[in-house]
């Protein structure tokens, strides 16, 4: 019997690529705050809707590059619970908002 083991982390939001209400993607520090950003994989459509209440207020700062894409970096405190996929470049998998 196989049985998988998965290991979640906490990951502080830092920006996001799309629409603010409904983001594609989230721009994360996974571990320490030195971390390199780096973007999760496609949000599912119910969970866009529900981050993107909570980074309606969030203050705005600039546009940044990472992975080959531009995201729109904010000012938050937002922390999700991240999947971290197997393999050598590990998909960012959100799990739900802390």
Same mark, same amino acid.
Not at 39 to 61: C, F, T
Not at 63 to 75: C, H, K, L, P
């Given at each position: 019997?196989?049985? =998988?083991?998965?290991?979640?982390?906490?990951?502080?939001?830092?920006?996001?690529?799309? #629409?603010?209400?409904?983001?594609? $993607?989230? *721009?994360? /520090? /996974? !571990?320490?705050?030195?971390?390199? /950003? =780096?973007?999760?994989?496609?949000?599912? #459509?119910?969970?866009?809707? $529900?981050? !993107? *209440? $909570?980074? *309606?207020? *969030?203050? +705005?700062?600039?546009? +940044? =590059?990472?992975?080959?894409?531009?995201?729109? +970096?904010?000012?938050?405190?937002?922390? /999700?619970?991240?999947?971290?996929?197997?393999? =050598? $470049? !590990?998909?960012?998998?959100?799990?739900?908002?802390?």
């Amino acid at each position: 019997m196989k049985v =998988r083991h998965a290991d979640t982390v906490d990951g502080l939001v830092v920006g996001f690529t799309g #629409p603010r209400l409904r983001p594609q $993607h989230l *721009a994360l /520090v /996974v !571990g320490d705050e030195d971390s390199q /950003v =780096r973007l999760s994989g496609r949000l599912e #459509p119910v969970l866009a809707a $529900h981050i !993107g *209440a $909570h980074l *309606a207020d *969030a203050e +705005r700062m600039s546009e +940044r =590059r990472t992975e080959s894409e531009t995201y729109t +970096r904010i000012q938050t405190n937002l922390t /999700v619970e991240v999947l971290a996929g197997p393999g =050598r $470049h !590990g998909t960012l998998t959100v799990v739900r908002i802390r």
